[in-house]
């Protein structure tokens, strides 16, 4: 009866679903293609019968490439179909994997949309990324047989609150699960408190810290610092929100005082906001460029001695451009959103900052922060007190980035239980 009502109210609201997809569009003008895809209808993959990843954006993408990669390079034959929500998650996808997976917009929590798509791929395994749980998709794909692993998962105390108000939805679905692979202990309690068979539960830890920087991207990364950047004082601010860009100039302001050469590499986590703060940085007086126009000019260009910020308006360069600065400060952080990945300028031996809102990634944190790799700050001061202190003491930022690096290197081998465990079912 839970899901019953659940499925009747989400026809109710459609109209509105369509209205935000129709905004979006309005804002970021890939939503408006492919509409059909989030519906289940598209043309079916050549081979069905393999294992299915759904990844909700760029983060979860990011993620579950070494799990894809694996079952890619491991299993030739085995079809691989990869769904997103997101335009910038598809495009992700493709950069990364090209016609090697069937690449396909998940369908909306929809009976019969779910029922069009599971048609259409016929997967023996699904695997959902981290926190991506919509109710029909997992009753309706454990319903036919096909097991349903929840892979590197996370579930905040504030996502458990709001779970457990649906508590008769949320047990039923949960119970749906043939296996979650928690990123932490707590985590995995909150899943069997809503209704996971404790036998279902695996606690891994994290897949994010088995993320490997290639030597190509490294020795790339060195390149463009060298030929872009010279050496110029450098901190970015990764995947930034509204209501954070303000805060970050701010601060870079403030440490210009000390640091008249430094530059600050501003990354928007969404690319609808590229224009709006892009606005925002012309009415803070300060000069910018695009990346993108470093990206089209041929052959590359330095940046500009006057320009104090780079505008990071590029798709899929982020963890290059992470291997271009000094400091890394990840966004998300300064506003009630829970923050995002801090592993992956740690794997890069940055220092971290970020904000307190880190409850996405609150172990993650603690970790870092407990190593002494990751300060938080609480508005523009503390921010550029932390900047100035890192970039007039070399010593002291290369110390914390190691700490950093140290945590990523400490708690390797998530990735390989949870491959351990996909096999299994991929051989049953």
Not at 32 to 44: D, N, T, Y
Not at 102 to 116: G, K, N, S
């Amino acid at each position: 009866m839970a899901r019953f009502l659940y499925s009747a109210f989400f026809y109710l609201i459609l109209p509105l679903v369509l209205l935000r997809l129709l905004w979006r569009a309005w804002r970021a003008p890939a939503y408006r293609h492919r509409v059909a895809e989030r519906f289940g209808f598209f043309r079916p993959p050549t081979h069905t019968g393999g294992l299915w990843v759904h990844a909700v954006s760029v983060g979860e993408s990011i993620a579950a490439a070494p799990l894809i990669n694996h079952f890619l390079n491991q299993h030739p034959d085995l079809p691989v179909v990869v769904t997103t929500m997101t335009p910038t998650g598809s495009e992700r996808v493709q950069a990364m994997f090209g016609d090697r997976v069937f690449h396909v917009y998940a369908p909306y929590d929809l009976p019969d949309a779910i029922a069009r798509f599971l048609n259409r791929i016929q997967p023996r395994v699904a695997v959902i990324m981290e926190t991506e749980i919509w109710p029909n998709m997992v009753c309706q794909t454990a319903a036919r047989g096909i097991p349903v692993v929840l892979a590197n998962a996370r579930l905040s105390a504030r996502s458990a609150k709001g779970y457990g108000r649906l508590a008769a939805l949320s047990r039923l679905v949960f119970s749906h699960f043939s296996q979650v692979v928690a990123q932490s202990a707590a985590d995995g309690a909150r899943f069997v408190e809503l209704g996971l068979p404790a036998a279902n539960l695996t606690v891994s830890g994290s897949i994010k810290f088995d993320l490997d920087i290639p030597a190509a991207l490294r020795s790339q990364a060195l390149a463009l610092r060298s030929e872009w950047l010279g050496e110029r004082p450098v901190w970015i601010a990764a995947s930034t929100h509204a209501g954070e860009d303000e805060v970050l100039l701010a601060a870079h302001r403030a440490l210009l005082k000390q640091q008249p050469a430094a530059l600050l590499i501003l990354v928007p986590r969404h690319p609808e906001r590229f224009a709006k703060v892009a606005e925002l940085i012309t009415n803070s007086d300060f000069v910018f460029e695009r990346r993108s126009s470093v990206v089209a000019s041929s052959p590359p260009r330095a940046v500009a001695g006057d320009t104090a910020v780079v505008l990071g308006d590029t798709m899929g360069e982020l963890l290059l451009l992470l291997g271009c600065a000094d400091i890394a400060f990840v966004g998300g952080s300064l506003i009630a959103h829970g923050g995002h990945n801090t592993l992956e300028p740690a794997a890069w031996g940055l220092p971290v900052v970020t904000g307190f809102s880190d409850f996405n990634f609150a172990e993650i944190s603690a970790l870092l922060e407990a190593a002494g790799g990751l300060q938080k700050i609480d508005g523009d001061g503390a921010l550029a007190d932390v900047l100035r202190g890192l970039f007039a003491d070399p010593l002291r930022r290369a110390q914390q980035g190691a700490a950093a690096k140290q945590v990523v290197d400490n708690n390797r081998g998530a990735l390989q239980r949870l491959l351990a465990i996909i096999d299994g079912y991929l051989k049953d």
